[in-house]
C-alpha cells in the first residue's frame, strides 16, 4: 500500500497531470459558458424565428400529452412516450459550437508554435554561420 501510494504522489506531481486537471476544470466552465450562450442567447433567437421554444418541440409516438400553459408543465399520460427533438437540436448546437471554439483555439495555438520555430531557426542559425 505505501509504495502505492508514493507511485501515486509521483504521478500526481507530474506536470502533466496537473495540466490534465486544470484543463479538466477550465473545460467544464467552458461548457457551462457554451451552454449558456445556446440556451439563453442563440436558442431565443430560433425560437423568434421558428415562434416556438424550441427546445420544448416533441413529437408523441405513443400515448398522450398536452401542454399546460398556466402550469407551463407538460401533462402525459401514463403510458407517454415523446421524441423530443428539440433538446437534440440545442445539443447538436451546443457541440457546433464547442467544436468551433476548440479548433479556433488550436488553430491559435498551432500558428504561435509555427512562429516560435521560426524564431528558433532565426537565432540558431546566424549562430551557426559565424
Known amino acids: 500500500m505505501k509504495k502505492w501510494f508514493s507511485e501515486f504522489k509521483a504521478f500526481i506531481s507530474k506536470g502533466n497531470a496537473i495540466d490534465m486537471a486544470v484543463g479538466i476544470v477550465v473545460g467544464s466552465a467552458f461548457n457551462a459558458i457554451i451552454k449558456s450562450f445556446v440556451g439563453d442567447i442563440i436558442m431565443p433567437l430560433l425560437s423568434l424565428i421558428v415562434k416556438s421554444d424550441i427546445t420544448k418541440l416533441y413529437l408523441v409516438l405513443r400515448g398522450s400529452a398536452t401542454y ?6 407538460l401533462i ?20 457546433l459550437i464547442i ?26 542559425t546566424p549562430a551557426e554561420k559565424q
Do not use: C, H, R
Open 76 to 95: 402525459l399520460s401514463e403510458d407517454a412516450v415523446l421524441l423530443k427533438y428539440g433538446a437534440f437540436i440545442q445539443t447538436i448546437l451546443d457541440f
Open 99 to 124: 467544436a468551433f471554439a476548440i479548433f479556433l483555439a488550436l488553430k491559435v495555438v498551432v500558428g504561435m508554435q509555427k512562429k516560435l520555430e521560426q524564431l528558433k531557426e532565426a537565432i540558431i
Open 68 to 73: 399546460d400553459s398556466v402550469l407551463g408543465t
